[in-house]
């Protein structure tokens, strides 16, 4: 069946940096795009990005622009989101999702990843 | 600061209508489709309505999505205790060039 399956949680310090991994199964790959989104703790949903696996192509929300960085690889049908600089307001679950290329929905969802920033 | 704007909760007895509205511009709900996400407590979102009005299999028919000039709305009819959640609002915004979220709305089954 179709999944995206995520990392686990992670605690840093203010000013590091944090990779999370978001692997997919179950379909073609490169057919999807796949965005990540973030949720503070009793907030809304925040969209951050995107990365088209068939090129790497990425696309940020201006908010983060400079500070994260989405990868693939194609190998292990893996993508990953790196934020850096990170802050005590960046604590949030973030997940990610994959989106048939132009749907312009996202389905499924990853189990999402805790991300702690704590001094 | 989201787009999309919701009520922050609406809620209803077991076999009530419930309708959640979504308000937002020509640049995102005025240009493309609406979609709606629903997520339990403690659980991830899941795909609840897409392309405005369409269903995903295995969501139950009860509800629906509709989709008028800027503005979309999500109706959950028969209301059951397993409906109690957050739901979402989204679509692309072409000004942004960004996916922006609704405010959410905080579902309660009385």
């Known amino acids: 069946q179709v999944q995206v399956v995520q990392s686990g949680s992670e605690v840093k310090k203010p000013g590091a940096s944090v990779k999370v991994s978001c692997r997919a199964s179950g379909y073609v790959f490169t057919d999807y795009y796949i965005h990540w989104v973030r949720q503070a703790p009793g907030q809304g949903l925040e969209w951050m990005g995107m990365?088209?696996?068939?090129?790497?192509?990425?696309r940020y929300a201006q908010k983060f622009q400079g500070r994260v960085t989405m990868t693939r690889d194609t190998s292990t049908s893996t993508v990953y989101m790196e934020l850096s600089g990170l802050r005590s307001d960046d604590t949030a679950i973030y997940y990610c999702?994959?989106?048939?290329?132009?749907?312009?929905?996202?389905?499924?969802w990853g189990q999402g990843t805790l991300v702690t920033v704590s001094s | 600061q989201s787009v999309l704007t919701q009520p922050p909760s609406a809620s209803g007895t077991p076999g009530q209508r419930v309708a959640i509205s979504c308000s937002g511009s020509?640049?995102?709900?005025?240009?493309?489709?609406v979609n709606w996400y629903q997520q339990l407590p403690g659980t991830a979102p899941k795909l609840l309505i897409y392309s405005s009005n369409q269903s995903p299999s295995g969501v139950p028919d009860r509800f629906s999505g509709s989709k008028s000039g800027t503005s979309a709305s999500l109706a959950v009819s028969g209301l059951q205790s397993e409906d109690e959640a957050d739901y979402y609002c989204a679509a692309w915004d072409d000004s942004l060039n960004a996916y922006v979220f609704g405010t959410g709305t905080q579902v309660t089954v009385l």
């Open positions: 999702s994959r989106e048939k290329h132009g749907n312009q929905y996202f389905d499924p």
């Open positions: 020509n640049s995102n709900i005025g240009r493309n489709a």
């Open positions: 990365i088209n696996p068939s090129g790497g192509t990425t």
